[in-house]
């Protein structure tokens, strides 16, 4: 961005760039309305990063066509193709995520208290958080 100062000479001024870190916490609410934050382990231990890798590619078997051994379907372009959505396998794919979720934060909470706790406008989200943080991805925003 360029601003004109009072002297009359263009000033530039530097915009910076979002900063990002690994997902440190989640917070849940019970029924009464309690928060509860629950912190990430200090070490996310290298089983959930093999964990993450895992998920990527049942995420890839449920998404795309292919004949359950690792062989896909590609269009003309050489992209996968992707399967019809489905119910069922939009809830395994959460399930999956879920599981996932509760493993990256050592177990802290169940599932059951992940789905009813945590804010279903910010759930996928803070899923994927997760997910690109065991992969050694920071995606959430850093507070200033």
């Known amino acids: ?44 231990p290298g089983r959930v990063y093999r964990q993450a890798i895992s998920l990527g590619y ?8 292919n004949d359950g051994q690792g062989k896909y379907e590609r269009d003309e372009d050489g992209n996968f193709i992707p399967n019809e959505p489905t119910e069922e396998a939009e809830l395994e794919l959460l399930d999956l995520y879920e599981k996932f979720f509760v493993e990256y934060f050592n177990n802290q909470f169940t599932v059951e208290e ?31």
């Open 114 to 144: 992940l789905r009813d706790g945590l804010d279903a406008r910010e759930y996928q989200e803070t899923l994927n958080h997760a997910y690109y943080s065991a992969m050694g991805n920071p995606t959430v925003l850093v507070k200033k």
């Open 58 to 65: 049942k995420e890839r078997k449920l998404m795309f066509k």
């Open 1 to 44: 961005m360029t601003e004109v100062n009072t002297n009359g000479l263009e000033v530039k001024e530097e915009v910076k760039a979002p900063e990002f870190e690994f997902l440190k916490e989640v917070t849940l609410v019970n029924a009464a309305g309690a928060e509860n934050v629950v912190r990430a382990p200090k070490v996310v």
